[in-house]
């Protein structure tokens, strides 16, 4: 059975992560359109949607998975290396988070970053994405 968690975990930490690290590219696009262009308003759906039906429900999924892994095995919460990755999980979640509000800012026509902004914002879920993987495969403490 745990298996089959971990490999549901994964699956959704995929899922996530494709969507974190593809929303602020779109936002960097989105920046360059016309407010009111067909354009601008198909980049406004396109972010609802990423963030509604692939994002949302892969995070849940991923921390559903997550805590039931550790409820099979608690003996994990005792490794360092777990407390550390779950430091890096908390921070993609407010990155996470802090997405909703960038959204909501071009669905009304109000957004007021540059494309350099989402383009810095576009690396941070890469260079955590990259501290997990270590973290989950290497477990250097």
């Given at each position: 059975?745990f298996l089959?968690?971990?490999?549901?975990?994964?699956?959704?930490?995929?899922?996530?992560?494709?969507?974190?690290?593809?929303?602020?590219?779109?936002?960097?696009?989105?920046?360059?359109?016309?407010?009111?262009?067909?354009?601008?308003?198909?980049?406004?759906v396109m972010?609802?949607?990423?963030?509604?039906?692939?994002?949302?429900?892969?995070?849940?999924?991923?921390?559903?998975?997550?805590?039931?892994?550790?409820?099979?095995?608690?003996?994990?919460?005792?490794?360092?290396?777990?407390?550390?990755?779950?430091?890096?999980?908390?921070?993609?979640?407010?990155?996470?988070?802090?997405?909703?509000?960038?959204?909501?800012?071009?669905?009304?026509?109000?957004?007021?970053?540059?494309?350099?902004?989402?383009?810095?914002?576009?690396?941070?879920?890469?260079?955590?994405?990259?501290?997990?993987?270590?973290?989950?495969?290497?477990?250097?403490?």
């Amino acid at each position: 059975m745990f298996l089959w968690i971990k490999a549901l975990h994964i699956i959704s930490i995929i899922a996530w992560m494709a969507g974190l690290l593809y929303l602020p590219r779109l936002f960097v696009y989105h920046c360059a359109v016309a407010p009111g262009s067909e354009a601008y308003q198909l980049f406004t759906v396109m972010e609802r949607r990423l963030l509604r039906f692939i994002m949302a429900p892969a995070m849940t999924a991923a921390y559903v998975f997550g805590i039931w892994m550790l409820v099979l095995i608690p003996e994990l919460l005792h490794d360092p290396w777990l407390h550390a990755k779950l430091s890096l999980v908390v921070l993609l979640t407010v990155i996470h988070h802090l997405m909703i509000p960038w959204h909501r800012a071009f669905a009304e026509d109000r957004n007021h970053r540059s494309s350099r902004f989402f383009r810095i914002a576009n690396e941070i879920p890469t260079v955590l994405m990259i501290g997990i993987v270590i973290l989950v495969v290497v477990k250097p403490f």
